[in-house]
């Protein structure tokens, strides 16, 4: 009892030391003035993209894509009325610029009168980067998942074949769909080996998805996936192999992001 007694005296003790060093300071010794973050004029809504983004698509004209077959050709989607219709018949688009860390807004479509089911139903793809031709880098799966039964790691809102999404907050076919992302690419020793991998955080129409997940390597459709030494890339959108009918994208915009250490 004595000993239980004199654990607790020395503990209060201790505490109100503590407590009374804390307050021998001043309220500045713990305010930091410097650096000043850098003003940033919002848009007019959280949609419009703020005054430091890169306009990537503004319902105009594809000067920031190119093919990803052939990065000397210009991209060969279709544009009218303000949209940007996948041409399945030209392949996947790539955005001119590499980026390493950023924030991205997008949204996407499904046509009203969507045809199939499963992964042939309006299915597209957010490669978040681009590693090489094809569908090779990470994505951030665009699908009909309005009542349109598929593999969960399969559905939008998914990191392809990786991870699951938190929930399902897709609209009906024919309404916008909202992607809003943070990367934080990996990066890669000079030797090749992984220093840091990927993170993913997304909002599938203001909801959250993707909490900063943490993904094992680029996508891949058969086996598990594995990194590949690269360095900034491009942003792709899928033009997928199946029957029905193509999406619609408007609105793209991204702001860089400094490294995470920064």
Excluded at 40 to 51: C, D, E
Excluded at 93 to 118: C, D, M
Excluded at 138 to 163: C, F, H, P, R
Aim: proline fraction near 7%.
């Amino acid at each position: 009892m004595k000993v239980s007694l004199l654990v607790a005296t020395a503990l209060f003790i201790h505490s109100a030391e503590t407590v009374m060093a804390q307050q021998a300071g001043k309220p500045e010794d713990t305010e930091v003035w410097e650096p000043v973050p850098k003003v940033v004029t919002p848009g007019p809504s959280s949609t419009a993209a703020p005054s430091d983004a890169l306009i990537l698509f503004d319902g105009k004209n594809l000067d920031q894509w190119v093919s990803t077959e052939d990065r000397a050709t210009p991209a060969k989607w279709t544009v009218a009325g303000g949209l940007m219709t996948v041409n399945k018949t030209a392949g996947n688009i790539e955005t001119k610029r590499s980026f390493t860390n950023y924030q991205l807004h997008l949204e996407w479509r499904v046509p009203a009168n969507i045809s199939g089911t499963g992964q042939a139903r309006g299915n597209s793809g957010l490669f978040l980067a681009s590693i090489g031709k094809g569908d090779l880098g990470y994505e951030l799966q665009i699908l009909d998942s309005y009542n349109n039964k598929t593999y969960v790691n399969g559905m939008a809102g998914s990191i392809y074949k990786q991870i699951i999404p938190l929930a399902n907050p897709t609209r009906k076919p024919g309404e916008w769909q909202t992607y809003d992302v943070i990367w934080t690419a990996p990066t890669f020793a000079a030797g090749g080996a992984v220093q840091t991998p990927a993170r993913v955080t997304v909002l599938f129409n203001g909801v959250l998805v993707q909490n900063n997940v943490t993904l094992a390597g680029p996508t891949v459709y058969i086996g598990k996936p594995a990194y590949q030494s690269h360095g900034a890339a491009p942003i792709k959108l899928q033009s997928h192999g199946d029957k029905s009918e193509p999406l619609s994208f408007r609105n793209i915009w991204i702001r860089e992001l400094p490294a995470a250490s920064q």
